[in-house]
């Protein structure tokens, strides 16, 4: 196979809807992924002292409001980014005007 062959199934694999698809749905797990090994690692260290058989219910407390605020930061920082990019384009649009 030489180089402009592969460079068009490369080309072709690009335009493909279905291939995009798959690529974006992969992307939003591994980033899945890494949101819950940055909350368990941060939990982790904020609320375990030391490990023991079971959970005690000041360890068990902390892990559930750990979770839940950075649950909401996340979420926060999300929506913040999200105007950000709308005022962003509405920018340029009367920019464009």
């Known amino acids: 196979m ?18 995009q698809h798959f690529i974006e749905v992969e992307t ?10 940055q909350m368990t690692e941060l939990c982790w260290e904020k609320c375990m002292d030391k ?7 000041r360890a068990e407390t902390c892990f559930v409001n750990c979770v839940e605020r950075f649950i909401d ?3 926060f920082i ?6 950000t990019q709308k005022s962003k384009s509405a ?7």
């Not at 062959?5 to 493909?16: E, T, Y």
């Not at 920018?91 to 005007?97: G, Q, V």
């Open 91 to 97: 920018f340029s649009e009367n920019l464009s005007d």
């Open 51 to 57: 490990p023991g058989p079971k959970l005690d219910s």
């Open 78 to 83: 999300l929506n913040r980014l999200e105007q």
């Open 73 to 75: 930061t996340s979420q």
């Open 28 to 37: 939003q797990k591994q980033r899945f992924q890494q949101l819950v090994h």
């Open 2 to 19: 030489d180089s402009s062959s592969a460079a068009g199934d490369l080309g072709a694999a690009v335009n493909d809807p279905q291939l």
